[in-house]
Each structure stands twice: as structure tokens, then as C-alpha cells.
């Protein structure tokens, strides 16, 4: 694999995001992921798996510059890998622990919050969902996935600001379960996830399908409504002209 490297250690699965600078999702780093999990998922070997980002950047959500430039079959292709990566981690049964050593916004938010919990390394970052000042539709499942975590009421008022948190208030708000210094990140999660594989594993398992079921359903759901809407604001004249800002102001900070 190119962007997503792997290590098995004391059988937890640990998954590195190795793509550019600030682990941006393209197609092929979705497509290398969703490869990972199914893996993680059907090796015995495995217990868990814990995701760690790079310094300064857990991930920075979709790359907005590669898919600003991809045609209409390849971002339809994305919208449906994307979906269906996501469906495939909420659906994991074995613990999953996310390692945030820096920023998380949109797309690497999403990743985070499909895992049971979250370790936020302290410093000057943010994490949250703020597709809709990008000029992305929020689809029902992400913010059913959201509301999971913030409650209803909480996670409405935010997506629809999409309002970004600095660990400390996003630990207080339930996003993240953890704020630690980023040199004992790795620790405080394979301690945490050390946790969840003590107790008896059919139990734990089935117990985490149980509590995630309504999560499960929607996501197993039909999806193209929700991306064939999300595709026709993507193609808008209005988005189209709030991400080449965006691009352009990332292209002038390099």
C-alpha cells in the first residue's frame, strides 16, 4: 500500500496515515483503508486497531484539490467508496481507537467518530464537521453519526455552523474522550484499547454491534439518494466557486 502503512503488534492492528503532509483522502487512500479494515476484521490474530495520523495533522479530510479536478464518473466513484468505507468501520465489531495527534476537520472527523474512542493530542488543532462552509451537503447518515456521539440537539446547532472545536472544547462537548501530550498518545491508546480486549470477546462484540445497530442500518441503507444530492451541489456553480477559493488559497500558502 502507497498512503496506509500497517503494523501488528501485541495483536492490535496499527494503522498509519502516510499520505502528503496532511494525510488529505483521495480515492486511493479510501480505497487502501477500506482494504485494511475488511483485513483487520477477518484476521484472528487481530483484537483491535488503533489509527494515528502524522504531527500537526491526524487527516485533513477529503483532498479538496484532487477532487476539485476529478470528472463526473470518478467523483461518483469516490462518493460511493467513501460511503462505503464508512459503512464497513461503523460496522467493525473489534474495538477501534483513534489517535489524533493534530488537526481532524470534515472527512478525518468522520473517521475518528466511526471509532469507540478518541485521543486528541493538545496543541493548536481542531476537529468537527464543517462540510456545509465548504459548500457540501451534510448527508442524514453523517449527522445520525454525529448526533451518536454529541447528542441531537448539540450536533444539529454545530454541522449547521459547521463549527470547528480546539481539543479541550471538543473533549468537553464528547467528540473526543481524551486530551494528552502527542509524545504519550500512542500509550493512552493502546491502554485504552488494552480496556476493551480484557473482557470476554464474543460479549464485548456483540455488545458493541447491539449499541451501534441503528448506526449499522442506516448506513447499510441505499446511499444514492443522499450522494446523487450531494453530487448535484458539488457540481453547483456556488461550490464550485467556494472550493477553488479554498485551492487557491492552499496553493498560495505552499
Not at 494515528?52 to 477532487?67: P, T
Not at 474512542?117 to 445520525?144: C, F, H, K, T, W
Request: charged share 25%; aromatic share 12%.
Amino acid at each position: 500500500m502507497d498512503f496506509v502503512k500497517v503494523t501488528v503488534d501485541q495483536r492490535i492492528s496499527h494503522i498509519y496515515l502516510d499520505r502528503g503532509r496532511s494525510n488529505a483522502l483521495d480515492q486511493q487512500m479510501i480505497e487502501e483503508l477500506q482494504q485494511t479494515i475488511i483485513e483487520a476484521g477477518g484476521n484472528p490474530a487481530v483484537e483491535g486497531i488503533i489509527f494515528y495520523g502524522k504531527e500537526d495533522f491526524f487527516s485533513a479530510g477529503l483532498d479538496l484539490v484532487a477532487l476539485y479536478d476529478y470528472n463526473e464518473e470518478e467523483v461518483r466513484r469516490f462518493w460511493h467508496t467513501f460511503f462505503g468505507f464508512i459503512r464497513t468501520l461503523v460496522a467493525f465489531d473489534k474495538p477501534a481507537v483513534a489517535a489524533i495527534s493534530g488537526h481532524s476537520p470534515a472527512g478525518g472527523c468522520v473517521l475518528a467518530i466511526c471509532c469507540d474512542y478518541r485521543i486528541m493530542a493538545q496543541g493548536d488543532y481542531v476537529i468537527g464537521l464543517n462540510e456545509i462552509p465548504v459548500g457540501i451537503i451534510v448527508p442524514e447518515s453523517i449527522s445520525q453519526l454525529y448526533s451518536f456521539w454529541l447528542g441531537h440537539a448539540p450536533a444539529y446547532r454545530y454541522l449547521l455552523e459547521g463549527k470547528l472545536f480546539n481539543p479541550r472544547d471538543a473533549m468537553e462537548v464528547g467528540l473526543v474522550d481524551e486530551v494528552v501530550d502527542a509524545k504519550s498518545i500512542r500509550t493512552v491508546a493502546e491502554r485504552q484499547i488494552g480496556k476493551y480486549t480484557q473482557y470476554e470477546r464474543n460479549a464485548w462484540r456483540q455488545s458493541k454491534r447491539n449499541i451501534r445497530q441503528s448506526l449499522i442500518t442506516r448506513f447499510e441503507a441505499d446511499q444514492t439518494d443522499a450522494i446523487e444530492s450531494l453530487l448535484k451541489q458539488w457540481w453547483s456553480p456556488a461550490t464550485r466557486a467556494i472550493l477553488k477559493a479554498i485551492i487557491d488559497n492552499l496553493k498560495s500558502k505552499k
